[in-house]
């Protein structure tokens, strides 16, 4: 069986000059952090989710206002929470995240057992638009997450994703051939009889007559106004 684990993982705010090279590093730093194999995340790790996610600081307008930060799930075995030399506690995830990220300084961090009401962080905004402010704010959005990933999975998850894509299609293309390969319907016709005050069914030769008077009336009208 599996358990899950949920991690925040942080840098330091910035300026909209710096975002795009934060935002990238931060993506980039994830994928060493959940790759190594030699490394404690990248040993006990079955697979992963992670959303980035850049907040901006309403209160104020100095430069250094955009925080970029990460959310992710990622799935353990179960034995994970008995296993002292594998058991990641907060203190060495600030390690590990200074090291990959080159910082000089102990970033802020959070690891713990996922809950129910953790999907929010991995669903909701990449950046809430009420904190979008100014022309320079949404500029600084867009050129930092421009053909950017923001939303990956990997391991356990991707293939869980990759199989729902498949019975999706699958069930559509059921869906599909179903309808195809549906019966005809025969079509009929009424029309209200005001002298019974009911509709009648009309035949198709009466179908045939009524639309061949149409056409006729109609040509007749189109030579009057000629004329």
Known sequence: GKEFIFVTLTVKNCGKEDLKKTVADLLSAKTKLFNNRNG???KVSLGSISKLEITINEKTYHDNRYHAHLHIMFAVDRSYFHDKDNYIDNQSLQEYWKKVMKLDYLPVVDIRKF???DFAELCKYV???TQIKSKDDLVALVEATSHRKLFSKTGCFKDFFEQAE???NLEYAAREEKILNAPDYEIESFQYDFKK???VKVEEKDIQENYSLIIEILEKKKLL???
């Open 127 to 129: 950046c809430k638009t």
């Open 225 to 227: 106004e000629a004329s």
């Open 166 to 168: 498949k019975e999706a």
């Open 40 to 42: 404690k995340i990248g």
């Open 197 to 199: 005050h009911l509709y």
């Open 115 to 117: 809950k129910k009401s």
